[in-house]
């Protein structure tokens, strides 16, 4: 049983941050140059491998927590390969013990920074169909604008990897400000209300079960 103990997003923000439009503007004419850190360059070769192997669709579940979603992701995709991808180790060891699924479908689940790991992907050529992130961290105060995916210098990157890409979060701020960073990018896409009898991730249960609601953008890129 979830307990409904979820906090609402606590921000100084009234709307769309006042500075978006210069942000994003700025990092779509620029280009990232940041190092690859080792650790994630080596996480993705061995997973690229497995890619680069595979013979059929591959989805990405960017900010995947403790994989719940991405085992939920194999269900619902089961022809695909899901790349499950998080920087934290301490949410992928959870993984095993309480959300492993084994009944059907295939995925993997990887420790990576996803600054360096879609630029990897981009330049592996890698053309995912499905590009799912759902509930990412939302760094609700305004001057935290740039940690944000689409105030931050690899947002161009998620737009070049292509596929169906799917947002979720219970900010509904943080959507609207992604769907006005794709018009930016010549994108554009509708921002709608999100209910389902079914919850696919952790937080997305405990959000519902404390009352509050999901925003979502699905655009094809």
């Given at each position: 049983m979830t307990e409904a103990n979820s906090r609402s997003i606590t921000t100084n923000q009234q709307g769309l941050h006042e500075k978006l439009d210069e942000i994003v503007t700025k990092h779509l004419q620029a280009e990232f140059k940041k190092p690859i850190a080792a650790h994630t360059q080596r996480a993705f070769d061995e997973v690229n491998e497995r890619v680069q192997a595979f013979d059929?669709?591959?989805?990405?579940?960017?900010?995947?927590?403790?994989?719940?979603?991405?085992?939920n992701l194999a269900k619902?995709?089961?022809?695909a390969l899901i790349?499950?991808?998080?920087?934290?180790?301490?949410?992928?060891?959870?993984?095993?013990?309480?959300?492993?699924?084994?009944?059907?479908?295939?995925?993997?689940?990887?420790?990576?920074?996803?600054?360096?790991?879609?630029r990897l992907a981009l330049a592996a050529n890698w053309q995912p169909t499905h590009h799912y992130l759902l509930y990412p961290n939302p760094w609700p105060k305004a001057k935290h604008i740039q940690r944000r995916w689409h105030g931050s210098a690899v947002f161009p990157y998620i737009i070049k990897l292509g596929g169906q890409l799917e947002l979720r979060s219970n900010w509904d701020i943080y959507v609207k400000?992604?769907?006005?960073?794709?018009?930016?990018?010549?994108?554009?896409?509708?921002?709608?209300?999100?209910?389902?009898?079914?919850a696919i991730t952790p937080f997305e249960r405990k959000y519902w079960a404390s009352g509050q609601s999901s925003t979502r953008l699905v655009v094809k890129l």
């Open positions: 059929g669709p591959v989805i990405l579940d960017s900010c995947c927590g403790v994989g719940e979603s991405t085992a619902l995709h089961p022809d790349i499950g991808i998080d920087k934290s180790s301490h949410r992928l060891e959870k993984h095993d013990v309480e959300y492993k699924q084994a009944e059907q479908g295939q995925y993997i689940l990887v420790q990576a920074d996803l600054n360096d790991f879609w400000e992604f769907a006005r960073a794709l018009a930016l990018s010549g994108i554009s896409t509708q921002v709608e209300a999100y209910e389902s009898d079914e």
